[in-house]
Every structure is written in structure tokens, then in C-alpha cells.
């Protein structure tokens, strides 16, 4: 099983940037679809963003499409989540989670990560 530790988190100003990272353990960090996902105060946990094993599908949430790009790096076993444009309700704290996938270097998933890190804040003032 996959462990994943996220950093990056922290204080922005509405339109401004931060750069979430995912550093995963083990060996078969390329079976892996990764995704990050955002949790704010009193809401259920959503979907931001993935990617393919293969680091060239990607698939974002509309709430962040043309804002945030994610981007993976299977030879340092990492995933990293750019945020431009933040907004004050992109406040939340990130997840990273990975799903492991046998067949497809293309599948992407937005549901039935099998491993999540411990998550980081962000937090955007206007």
C-alpha cells in the first residue's frame, strides 16, 4: 500500500498561488491514478483534480478548471497540484490520494482511491 504525505499548504490572498506536493512511498508509484481531493468546514469531502498513471489525461472539477493544474512525476514519486486565481472558497484542506490501477495508462478517476494522505490547509483571505 501506498503512503502519501502532502505539503505545501498555507496562507494566500484571493488571486494569488500556492503549490500543493504529494510525495508517495514504495516502489510502484506508476500503478497508481492520483488525485487530490479538498474538504471545507461543514461540507462532505469533493474532487478537485487527477491524473493517469501515465501523466498525460487529466480530469479537474469545474469549480477549479483553468485555475489549477495537476501535474505528476513518476521517477521522484510525486504529485503536486498548482492553485492560480485562488479564491476565498478554495479554502479547505487537500487530500492526496492514489488508486491503484493494473490495465489502463489512461484511466482516470474522480471516486475509490484506495490510499489518502493526512491532508494540508489552505487557506485563501479576500
Known amino acids: 500500500q501506498v503512503q502519501l504525505v502532502e505539503s505545501g499548504g498555507g496562507l494566500a490572498q484571493a488571486g494569488g498561488s500556492l503549490r500543493l506536493s504529494c510525495a508517495a512511498s514504495?516502489?510502484?508509484?506508476?500503478?497508481?491514478?492520483m488525485g487530490w481531493f479538498r474538504q471545507a468546514p461543514g461540507k462532505e469531502r469533493e474532487f478537485v483534480a487527477t491524473?493517469?498513471?501515465?501523466?498525460?489525461?487529466?480530469d479537474y472539477a469545474d469549480s477549479v478548471k483553468g485555475r489549477f493544474t495537476i501535474s505528476r512525476d513518476n521517477a521522484k514519486n510525486t504529485v503536486a497540484l498548482q492553485m492560480n486565481s485562488l479564491k476565498p472558497e478554495d479554502t479547505a484542506v487537500y487530500y492526496c490520494?492514489?488508486?491503484?490501477?493494473?490495465?489502463?495508462?489512461?484511466?482516470?478517476?474522480?471516486?475509490?482511491?484506495?490510499?489518502w494522505g493526512q491532508g494540508t490547509q489552505v487557506t485563501v483571505s479576500s
Open positions: 491524473i493517469s498513471r501515465n501523466g498525460i489525461y487529466r
Open positions: 514504495g516502489r510502484t508509484f506508476s500503478s497508481y491514478i
Open positions: 490520494a492514489a488508486r491503484l490501477e493494473f490495465y489502463n495508462d489512461n484511466k482516470l478517476s474522480r471516486n475509490q482511491y484506495d490510499a
